[in-house]
């Protein structure tokens, strides 16, 4: 990941697997999808995770599960910052859809605000753009604050201090007291962001659909409790839809 070719390649994958789901649409898609056709947004999943938690784990394991392609904040910043990406990946949405969703953001910040950058805003857009793509597991960058609740499960994943720290220091081979040190700043830069750009606190549980503990819970047993939930959601989805149409 680290790697801007490779980010690069993986990015072009996405937008391809984007692309071909677009013309099986047309074609005909499994009765699912048929049935969800009302829907603006997703199926997606918002992993919103303490420095450490566990939650990267989760996304993947959870994209495994489900076979979608999990979109991380670094894939997430790349397709902000390519314009031939970004007018790719919004190709398929009518003028209509992305003003009204740019005059939606826009509410977000504060007159004057630092954080009201060009790059800030597209941000943003891509986060929406592949939700509204569907089948996507979306990692940081505040997406649950962002899209509507109705379309997809919003996690977030915590786990104690002592937990985070081993897991570190296991991973990255560092001492407990650097470790902790990145604990501590991290959990603060999350917080400032969560703060400035959508005016929540990140520690809210209102925020999400469901917090794991995954220094308690076993990282299957949570991947399934996320599964249910998605299934729950769509099938509440479909409801409402058909309630509309009586």
């Known amino acids: 990941m680290s790697q801007p070719q490779n980010l690069r390649q993986i990015v ?14 047309v074609e005909g898609m499994p009765s699912v999808r048929d049935a969800l056709g009302h829907r603006t947004e997703g199926p997606w999943v918002t992993i919103s995770t303490q420095l450490g938690a566990g939650g990267t784990e989760l996304a993947a394991r959870l994209g495994a599960r489900l076979g979608w392609r999990v979109i991380d904040k670094e894939i997430l910043q790349e397709i902000a910052k390519s314009t031939h990406t970004r007018e790719q990946v919004f190709a398929r949405f009518d003028e209509h859809a992305v003003s009204a969703f740019d005059d939606f953001v826009a509410h977000l910040f504060s007159p004057g605000s630092p954080v009201r950058s060009a790059y800030v805003l597209e941000l943003m857009r891509v986060v929406w753009a592949v939700a509204r793509q569907g089948e996507a597991i979306l990692l940081g960058r505040g997406a649950n604050w962002l899209l509507d609740p109705r379309y997809g499960v919003r996690v977030r994943a915590i786990a104690p201090v002592e937990k985070r720290v081993e897991r570190l220091t296991r991973t990255q081979a560092i001492s407990a007291a650097e470790a902790t040190r990145l604990v501590i700043e991290d959990n603060a830069d999350r917080a400032k962001f969560t703060r400035q750009i959508f005016k929540q606190d990140i520690d809210d549980p209102m925020g999400y659909d469901l917090v794991v503990n995954l220094g308690t819970l076993e990282l299957d047993t949570v991947v399934e409790l996320v599964a249910v939930a998605l299934s729950s959601k769509r099938i509440a989805a479909l409801v409402a839809s058909s309630d509309r149409g009586t």
């Open 12 to 25: 072009d994958r996405q937008i391809s697997v984007w692309g071909s789901k677009q013309g099986a649409q």
